[in-house]
C-alpha cells in the first residue's frame, strides 16, 4: 500500500508542485488549503507523513505543529518555509517538525527529504539497550529518555542524533558523518539544522547547556558523547 503524504499549503501552484513530486515518487497524496482542512484530513485519513507550509490563512502551521506535539502526536512533518525564513525554521524545529525545505525547492531535495524522515521514523527499536551517562540514561529499544529518572521528551530528530551520539561513545563522529545517519543524505542547510538540534539537546539534557559536560563539540570536526 502507498504510503500517504498530506500537503499542507493554501497557495495552489506550490501545492500542485508539491503533489507532482511526491506522486512521481510513488505516494499517494492528500492536499489541504487550510488548517482546519489538515486537521479533518489527519483525523480521517492517517497519513504517513505531511508537509506544511508555515503562512497559512486561519492558523499559523508552526500552531498546528505545536499542538499536535502537545496532543502527543507523532506524525511526522516537513515545513517548507521561505529561504529568508531563518527564525521560522528554528521555531518549527523546537515546537517539534522532523526537517524543512526552502521555497523554491527542488523536488529531488523534497523527496529525498520525505523518504529520509521516513526511514527514521520507521526504524524498528535496536535490541541494544541503555547508555548512561552522568544523570542520563537512555534506552535504545524502548526510545526514552531520563534524566535523574525522570522522562524528558524528545523529538524524533534529538532522539535520533542522540542515540548515533551514544552507539560509539567517545568517539568523534564528523558533521556530514553524523548528518548522513541520521538524515539519510547531505542538503543544503543541514550542518545548520544539526547545531539546533544539538543545541536542543543540550538544553534538555546538560546542567549548563552553555557548558556541556556530555554532548561535546570537536572543534572543526563533530560531535562526541562523553561518558563520565
Known amino acids: 500500500m502507498k504510503k500517504k503524504i498530506l500537503i499542507v499549503e493554501d497557495e495552489r501552484v506550490v501545492r500542485r508542485a508539491v503533489s507532482l513530486a511526491c506522486e512521481g515518487a510513488g505516494y499517494a497524496v492528500l492536499e489541504a488549503a487550510t488548517v482546519a482542512q489538515a486537521l479533518q484530513r489527519i483525523g480521517s485519513e492517517t497519513p504517513h507523513l505531511m508537509i506544511l507550509d508555515l503562512r497559512l490563512p486561519d492558523l499559523s502551521g508552526l500552531e498546528l505543529c505545536r499542538q499536535l506535539r502537545q496532543q502527543g502526536s507523532r506524525l511526522p512533518i ?11 525554521k ?27 524522515v521516513l526511514r ?4 524498528a527499536p535496536s535490541e541494544c539497550d541503555v547508555v548512561v551517562f552522568g ?3 537512555l534506552s535504545h529499544s524502548r ?8 522522562s524528558v521528551h524528545l523529538t524524533r530528530t534529538e ?12 568517539r568523534v563522529l564528523w558533521r556530514n558523518e553524523l548528518v548522513n545517519l541520521v538524515w539519510g543524505y547531505e542538503g ?11 543545541r536542543r ?9 552553555s557548558s556541556p559536560h556530555y554532548i561535546l563539540t570537536v572543534r572543526d570536526i563533530g560531535y562526541k558523547l562523553a561518558i563520565q
Request: overall charge negative; charged content about 30%; proline content about 5%.
Open 90 to 116: 528554528i521555531i518549527g524545529l523546537e515546537v517539534g517538525a522532523d526537517d524543512y525545505v526552502t521555497k523554491p525547492f527542488s523536488p529531488r531535495e523534497l523527496v529525498a527529504r520525505i523518504g529520509a
Open 201 to 209: 539537546l543540550r538544553e534538555k539534557l546538560e546542567e549548563d547547556a
Open 188 to 198: 543544503e542547510g543541514s550542518s545548520r539544522l544539526l547545531d539546533v538540534h544539538i
Open 135 to 137: 544523570p542520563v540514561a
Open 78 to 88: 516537513i515545513m517548507l518555509t521561505a529561504k529568508t525564513d531563518e527564525v521560522d
Open 159 to 170: 532522539f535520533e542524533i542522540l542515540s548515533q551520539l551514544a552507539r560509539q561513545p567517545g
Open 143 to 150: 526510545r526514552e529518555v531520563t534524566v535523574h529518572g525522570r
Open 120 to 123: 527514521r521514523t520507521e526504524q
